[in-house]
């Protein structure tokens, strides 16, 4: 069993440490663009000037992605939080997978699901993000997927498309279209094969839902995508054009499904026979698709007769529960998780956050894990169903409310919890509701500040990537605020590359507690935070502690 030494010089506050992650609320740069800076907040200001407090790198190789362009995550952020050590991650696993050629060995599960379709003449599908944010997908992977298929001797691939706009500006489909059109002209030129896209929609409309937060959306991807019903186009580029004349200012995350058909048929219905690949590497949004593609019985909705396909995702999804059963990249060990060092040292554990970022502070905090550890409890409070920028405040308030309650009931040593705010409503692109979200945040964390004092608990809080520090697409090459014919900025919904806040605030002083010297510190460094805040020695092998005490 991994034991944790308790520590020579400190035993651990009185009150609980509280873990708070502020989803998607970084240290901005430019300040017209800063939607955290232009917000009121009163308890983050005074937490910079009079608590512990330092950046942290939640971006590129800090986190495990292939290089500092790669801006941060939800998983990769939480990973290396919960996990306090740097994993490469999937972007980086898949790309090294297919440069080696490893991922169409011999024997593997690629050359299984390809010898399905060439042995019966049937059709390869691939579904996935459209889009190379390097956060779920790469559209860099298909394409190579789908030369190696041509390579192989697959006479028909087709593509059921999902449009980002998250990872990548919002409304950019359609360089995405062109880029691949002219990719499928090319390998489609020689008349050997009949590759195509066959199906999509907006990735916040169809397909991607996750932690059951609206499972209607996985109803309408397998409307689309199985069965070919729905609205028909002749190209992807007709549906895209289409839906932004009937829906001016829509963005591509909530464009809605489309089927593509040709000589009035759809060209791509899914059905038996077939071999499927679900290329998104990141299992959040891939494991209900997967669930309809896999499970005997559903009872989420009704999706009629399961064509009996060869599934496999491009990543196991969730190593505890062994999902998907068939998988073409093998995902990153992450092990000795800091919930496990904790569970085996006696200390209770709560974590907390509402549905849409629940399996973050769950799943993903314990690296990729469904399960849970003997001293875990986990509490979900369900999010709404309504556009986030609607209702910018979501369950912050709700949140709290249970964090304070199990700060003031003494049960919990460790309470970690997600703030989605600034990250749900940040990724809306409307700038006024993320302000209001940002504000949202701050109020709860001076509620959970207020409740630490009378506990003499210690907060650690901080972010898992930035979103709402960075709301304005920049010029490429210029660097300069893109702006629209009114003069303002353009919104940008993705995550940003910046650093986010690692701040340490122990009212009582019982740890005593300073800023260590920890070259180019990141996020990974804060497991052993709060393992030292908690009053043990961290493992050795993690990112070394933020703080000394004692
Ligand atoms: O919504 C999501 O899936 C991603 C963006 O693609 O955000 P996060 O990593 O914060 O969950
Ligand atoms: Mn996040
Ligand atoms: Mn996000």
Same mark, same amino acid.
């Given at each position: 069993m991994i034991e944790l030494k308790k520590s020579k010089n400190f035993a651990g506050s009185e009150g609980p440490v509280v873990l708070v992650i502020m989803d998607g609320i970084g240290i901005g740069k430019n300040p017209e663009s800063d939607f955290v800076k232009q917000a009121k907040t009163p308890n983050l200001t005074w937490l910079h000037e009079n608590a512990l407090y330092t950046e942290l790198r939640a971006h590129g190789v800090a986190v495990g992605l292939p290089d500092d362009g790669d801006m941060g995550n939800s998983e990769v952020g939480h990973n290396a939080i919960g996990c306090g050590r740097i994993f490469e991650q999937g972007a980086a696993l898949v790309g090294k997978a297919i440069a080696s050629g490893a991922m169409y060995a011999d024997g593997s599960v690629w050359q299984e699901l390809v010898s399905n379709v060439n042995h019966k003449a049937s059709t390869l599908h691939f579904i996935g993000l459209f889009s190379d944010g390097n956060v779920h997908s790469n559209l860099n992977h298909l394409e190579s997927m789908l030369r190696k298929a041509k390579e192989q001797g697959v006479k028909k691939a087709r593509i059921h498309a999902l449009i980002d706009g998250r990872d990548v500006p919002p409304t950019s489909a359609l360089d995405y279209v062109e880029r691949f059109d002219a990719f499928l002209k090319e390998i489609n030129a020689d008349g050997t094969v009949d590759y195509c896209v066959a199906s999509g929609g907006g990735r916040m409309n169809i397909t991607m839902d996750r932690y059951d937060a609206n499972w209607d959306m996985v109803k309408r991807g397998w409307a689309t995508h199985v069965k070919a019903e729905g609205r028909t186009f002749a190209s992807m580029k007709e549906a895209v054009e289409t839906f932004r004349v009937e829906n001016p200012g829509i963005l591509d995350q909530d464009l809605p499904a489309f089927v593509i058909e040709r000589d009035r048929a759809p060209v791509g219905p899914i059905v038996d026979g077939d071999s499927v690949i679900f290329f998104n590497f990141r299992g959040d949004r891939s494991l209900e698709i997967t669930k309809a593609f896999e499970a005997d019985e559903l009872k989420e909705f009704d999706r009629g007769p399961k064509p009996d396909v060869l599934y496999a995702g491009m990543m196991q999804y969730d190593g505890d529960l062994g999902v998907p059963a068939r998988y073409l990249v093998t995902p990153p060990a992450i092990d000795r998780t800091m919930s496990e060092y904790l569970s085996n040292a006696g200390v209770k554990q709560l974590a907390i956050s509402e549905t849409q970022k629940y399996g973050h502070m769950t799943y993903f905090f314990n690296g990729n894990n469904s399960g849970k550890f003997p001293t875990e409890t986990w509490k979900e409070i369900p999010s709404d169903v309504c556009p986030f920028e609607d209702a910018p405040r979501m369950k912050a308030d709700e949140i709290t409310d249970v964090v304070v309650q199990a700060i003031e009931s003494g049960e919990y040593k460790f309470i970690r919890l997600n703030f989605p705010n600034g990250d749900m409503v940040g990724h809306t692109g409307v700038v006024n509701a993320v302000k209001l979200a940002v504000e949202a945040v701050d109020e709860n964390v001076g509620r959970i500040m207020e409740a630490l004092k009378k506990a003499n608990g210690i907060m650690v809080c901080t972010a898992d990537h930035g979103n709402a520090d960075d709301m304005c697409e920049l010029d490429k090459k210029t660097g300069a605020l893109v702006l629209d014919e009114q003069g303002r900025c353009k919104p940008k919904t993705a995550h940003s590359l910046n650093p986010v806040p690692g701040i340490v605030y122990d009212?009582?002083? /019982? /740890?005593?507690a300073r800023l260590a010297d920890v070259p180019e510190a990141g996020i990974a460094n804060l497991a052993a935070t709060c393992i030292t805040l908690l009053g043990f020695e961290p493992p050795e092998d993690y990112a070394a502690s933020l703080v000394k005490v004692g």
């Amino acid at each position: 069993m991994i034991e944790l030494k308790k520590s020579k010089n400190f035993a651990g506050s009185e009150g609980p440490v509280v873990l708070v992650i502020m989803d998607g609320i970084g240290i901005g740069k430019n300040p017209e663009s800063d939607f955290v800076k232009q917000a009121k907040t009163p308890n983050l200001t005074w937490l910079h000037e009079n608590a512990l407090y330092t950046e942290l790198r939640a971006h590129g190789v800090a986190v495990g992605l292939p290089d500092d362009g790669d801006m941060g995550n939800s998983e990769v952020g939480h990973n290396a939080i919960g996990c306090g050590r740097i994993f490469e991650q999937g972007a980086a696993l898949v790309g090294k997978a297919i440069a080696s050629g490893a991922m169409y060995a011999d024997g593997s599960v690629w050359q299984e699901l390809v010898s399905n379709v060439n042995h019966k003449a049937s059709t390869l599908h691939f579904i996935g993000l459209f889009s190379d944010g390097n956060v779920h997908s790469n559209l860099n992977h298909l394409e190579s997927m789908l030369r190696k298929a041509k390579e192989q001797g697959v006479k028909k691939a087709r593509i059921h498309a999902l449009i980002d706009g998250r990872d990548v500006p919002p409304t950019s489909a359609l360089d995405y279209v062109e880029r691949f059109d002219a990719f499928l002209k090319e390998i489609n030129a020689d008349g050997t094969v009949d590759y195509c896209v066959a199906s999509g929609g907006g990735r916040m409309n169809i397909t991607m839902d996750r932690y059951d937060a609206n499972w209607d959306m996985v109803k309408r991807g397998w409307a689309t995508h199985v069965k070919a019903e729905g609205r028909t186009f002749a190209s992807m580029k007709e549906a895209v054009e289409t839906f932004r004349v009937e829906n001016p200012g829509i963005l591509d995350q909530d464009l809605p499904a489309f089927v593509i058909e040709r000589d009035r048929a759809p060209v791509g219905p899914i059905v038996d026979g077939d071999s499927v690949i679900f290329f998104n590497f990141r299992g959040d949004r891939s494991l209900e698709i997967t669930k309809a593609f896999e499970a005997d019985e559903l009872k989420e909705f009704d999706r009629g007769p399961k064509p009996d396909v060869l599934y496999a995702g491009m990543m196991q999804y969730d190593g505890d529960l062994g999902v998907p059963a068939r998988y073409l990249v093998t995902p990153p060990a992450i092990d000795r998780t800091m919930s496990e060092y904790l569970s085996n040292a006696g200390v209770k554990q709560l974590a907390i956050s509402e549905t849409q970022k629940y399996g973050h502070m769950t799943y993903f905090f314990n690296g990729n894990n469904s399960g849970k550890f003997p001293t875990e409890t986990w509490k979900e409070i369900p999010s709404d169903v309504c556009p986030f920028e609607d209702a910018p405040r979501m369950k912050a308030d709700e949140i709290t409310d249970v964090v304070v309650q199990a700060i003031e009931s003494g049960e919990y040593k460790f309470i970690r919890l997600n703030f989605p705010n600034g990250d749900m409503v940040g990724h809306t692109g409307v700038v006024n509701a993320v302000k209001l979200a940002v504000e949202a945040v701050d109020e709860n964390v001076g509620r959970i500040m207020e409740a630490l004092k009378k506990a003499n608990g210690i907060m650690v809080c901080t972010a898992d990537h930035g979103n709402a520090d960075d709301m304005c697409e920049l010029d490429k090459k210029t660097g300069a605020l893109v702006l629209d014919e009114q003069g303002r900025c353009k919104p940008k919904t993705a995550h940003s590359l910046n650093p986010v806040p690692g701040i340490v605030y122990d009212p009582s002083g /019982a /740890a005593n507690a300073r800023l260590a010297d920890v070259p180019e510190a990141g996020i990974a460094n804060l497991a052993a935070t709060c393992i030292t805040l908690l009053g043990f020695e961290p493992p050795e092998d993690y990112a070394a502690s933020l703080v000394k005490v004692g």
